[in-house]
């Protein structure tokens, strides 16, 4: 006999969908046991795969790892290599669709642009890293693209420990582009300037900031979202954004973010959609 899941007992209207229902709980269910290794790691620890992934310095260089299943080569093109394939920029195959390169220190720099390009059984194309944490426009060509960001004095917070009071809770919700006075597309800067002073003034304790994630239109309010991990650059640089959070702390205010995971954008190039010649992945 056919478990019936809880949902539906609880509400007999969604019985008419129950096959459509039924099927989408079996593919998370699968789709976790994917990720977790069948129960060998926690789902959180998978969560925390931007410390893994993506791009990083170390001490002998970078290293760059993309989680691609379905991918059957994969090269990194970008200003340092005339976004021509080479072999020192190819990526190598590890275990469980993780693909790894490692460059030497003079490899790429502070803001060079990159993509991948990616190899699948019938096709290829050109990719934006899913864990990378920079992502700016061409002002001309609208192309977007990944940027290493490796400054040589990174933004240090002053306010290295902070919690906040928020009982009662007050929270001040914001949009960082449509918060400024002039007509145009605002900054973290101009918000920390401009903006920030009335909140803390107004007595609010808590900011929510809307939809920094990075998203390739505009006009979606920020919720199509393209790369999860990257602030968006339409408002300024990542060194911008934590001057602003450490400032909103250094005036007693807690920062959270506002985020709606479901709001993948389905653009192929510059988001998650398709990745490696997978919709599922």
């Known amino acids: 006999m056919e478990k019936v899941l809880g949902l539906i007992k609880n509400d007999p209207w969604l019985e008419p969908y129950s096959g459509a229902i039924n099927g989408r709980h079996e593919f998370v269910l699968r789709k976790e046991s994917e990720l977790t290794g069948n129960g060998k790691v926690r789902l959180s620890d998978f969560a925390d795969g931007y410390l893994y992934f993506g791009l990083h ?17 994969m090269f990194l093109v970008g200003t340092f290599n005339d976004w021509q394939e080479k072999p020192a920029y190819q990526f190598k195959a590890k275990k469980n669709g993780v693909w790894e390169l490692k460059m030497k220190p003079e490899a790429i720099k502070h803001l060079d642009l990159y993509k991948l390009h990616v190899y699948w059984d019938g096709g290829s194309g050109e990719r934006i890293p899913a864990w990378v944490n920079r992502v700016v426009q061409d002002e001309t060509t609208k192309i977007f693209s990944a940027q290493v960001w490796d400054p040589e004095h990174p933004y240090k917070f002053r ?32 918000f920390k300037d401009n903006v ?20 390739p239109y ?64």
């Not at 919690?163 to 101009?190: F, S, W």
């Not at 609010?204 to 939809?211: E, G, H, K, V």
């Not at 309010?221 to 911008?240: I, K, L, N, Q």
């Not at 998650?272 to 599922?280: E, H, K, R, S, V």
Request: hydrophobic share 35%; with cysteine.
């Open 57 to 73: 310095k170390s001490g002998s260089g970078w290293v760059l790892r993309e989680w691609a299943p379905n991918a059957t080569k």
């Open 196 to 215: 920030l002073p009335r909140v803390v003034a107004d007595g609010y304790n808590c900011l929510q900031i809307m939809a920094i994630q990075e998203h």
């Open 218 to 281: 505009y006009g979606s309010f920020g919720y199509h979202v393209s790369s999860f991990f990257a602030p968006s650059s339409r408002f300024g640089t990542p060194d911008e954004l934590k001057e602003l959070i450490d400032e909103a702390h250094r005036s007693g205010l807690a920062v959270i973010m506002d985020i709606v995971h479901s709001h993948a954008v389905k653009n192929e190039v510059e988001g998650l959609a398709n990745f490696a010649g997978d919709p599922n992945q």
């Open 159 to 190: 306010k290295r420990q902070f919690k906040p009071k928020t009982n009662p809770l007050l929270i001040y919700e914001c949009h960082i582009g449509m918060a400024q006075d002039a007509e145009k597309v605002g900054t973290y800067r101009e």
